[in-house]
T-cell receptor, first 112, second 113 residues
């Protein structure tokens, strides 16, 4: 039973436009959410996170939105750049010291 | 080093062979995690250490998998009698423990033939 779901395996976005990656979760006890970015042949790289007590966190071009009632979070990238092409993993933790549970990932293609 | 280091980067093992995968976490990081990533999938949790204590090993797929971190720093993931379904990328991550973000190494790609 998958606790973190990324239902879109891939997404293509024009350079300069907004990329929106979505994630749903089933466990209401998750209290911390993270996004990781992965290039081929490299390990995942931490991108941005959000605590369950917040509904938005912004870092430069990246913003994460959390809707607890819908058990949904999204990552917005604006404007999208060619270097953003990668696989993006949504992840969640039950507390700050517990394991991180990952979704299956969404491959983002930024088109020139 | 500045990041999490894993060795070897690539390992080819014959079915039935034992393998040992090494992880050097970021210095001072209390928590260490092992994940298995199959092709096209997200990382799947295997086990977790806080210092030398293995607090969670619920993700280890069978008793052929064993992990240790005897001095609370370097960790080794051992797989005995490897099988083809063990072929995957094995990722190690470390974190300060009280900070949620974990930093990953580049992984070890294991191919069992």
């Amino acid at each position: 039973d998958q606790q973190v779901k990324q239902n879109s395996p891939s997404l293509s976005v024009q350079e300069g436009r907004i990329s929106i990656l979505n994630c749903d979760y089933t466990n209401s006890m998750f209290d911390y959410f993270l996004w990781y970015k992965k290039y081929p042949a490299e390990g995942p790289t931490f991108l941005i996170s959000i605590s369950s007590i917040k509904d938005k966190n912004e870092d430069g071009r990246f913003t994460v939105f959390l809707n607890k009632s819908a058990k949904h979070l999204s990552l917005h990238i604006v404007p999208s750049q060619p270097g953003d092409s990668a696989v993006y993993f949504c992840a969640a933790r039950l507390n700050r010291d517990d394991k991180i549970i990952f979704g299956k990932g969404t491959r983002l293609h930024i088109l020139p | 080093g500045a990041g999490v280091s894993q060795s070897p980067r690539y390992k080819v093992a014959k079915r039935g062979q034992d393998v040992a995968l090494r992880c050097d976490p970021i210095s001072g990081h209390v928590s260490l995690f092992w994940y298995q990533q199959a092709l096209g999938q997200g990382p799947e949790f295997l086990t977790y250490f806080q210092n030398e204590a293995q607090l969670d090993k619920s993700g280890l797929p069978s008793d052929r998998f064993f992990a240790e971190r005897p001095e609370g720093s370097v960790s080794t993931l051992k797989i005995q009698r490897t099988q083809q379904e063990d072929s995957a990328v094995y990722l190690c991550a470390s974190s300060l423990g009280v900070i949620a973000e974990a930093f990953f190494g580049q992984g070890t790609r294991l191919t069992v033939v």
